[in-house]
T-cell receptor
């Protein structure tokens, strides 16, 4: 079955530690995205990538970093510089060509930093 | 720049209809609609593009008024499974596939 996997589902970290969230897709999509969702809020874009070895900052990139070394993988690192990292993180992917594209979402990782 | 969704919340009885609106202050290239159940990933419902192209599930209908920069999602004969939070994501012209999301509309369908 094609889809997006995120691991782990729940993640707990101490303040001051960096943490990396995994996102893998086997849909052969060129574009991948990372979103952050807080309670009662919409999705806010952290980073996105439309091709391997290239990515762009979204609206809230500060305190986060990404890499895109392989088409199917787009890990997100939450650094200690992120002041309020506790949130629900969603990874998505989509095609790049064409007009009517939908974003396919992974199940999400709920990160709690104390 | 963030689209405004209305209403913020809706409560329906099974079988009733609802309309959810999404408005933008900027010219839109496309509008995307997703439904999210608590703690789960958003699920694609529909895309509406400038010029009239649409893609989505057969049982879902929506409209896109380009002049008013608005889109509406029509939920008819609601079922219990329709419960969740509905988000619109808007893409402005030249924004390179980057979506800006509304705050969501919470829909509860009761028996």
């Amino acid at each position: 079955d094609g889809g997006i996997t995120q691991s782990p589902k729940y993640l707990f970290r101490k303040e001051g530690q960096n943490v990396t969230l995994s996102c893998e897709q086997n849909l052969n999509h060129d574009a991948m995205y990372w979103y952050r969702q807080d309670p009662g809020q919409g999705l806010r874009l952290i980073y996105y990538s439309q091709i391997v070895n290239d990515f762009q900052k979204g609206d809230i990139a500060e305190g986060y970093s990404v890499s895109r070394e392989k088409k199917e993988s787009f890990p997100l690192t939450v650094t200690s510089a992120q002041k309020n990292p506790t949130a629900f993180y969603l990874c998505a992917s989509s095609i790049v060509g064409g007009n009517a594209y939908e974003q396919y979402f992974g199940p999400g990782t709920r990160l709690t930093v104390t | 720049q963030q689209p405004v969704q209305s209403p913020q919340a809706v409560i329906l009885r099974e079988g009733e209809d609802a309309v959810i609106n999404c408005s933008s202050s900027k010219a839109l290239y496309s509008v995307h609609w997703y439904r999210q159940k608590h703690g789960e990933a958003p699920v694609f419902l529909m895309i509406l593009l400038k010029g009239g192209e649409q893609k989505g599930h057969e049982k879902i209908s929506a409209s896109f008024n380009e002049k008013k920069q608005q889109s509406s999602l029509y939920l008819t004969a609601s079922q219990l499974s329709y419960s969740g939070t509905y988000f619109c994501g808007t893409e402005n012209a030249g924004n390179n596939r980057k979506l800006i999301w509304g705050l969501g509309t919470s829909l509860a369908v009761n028996p």
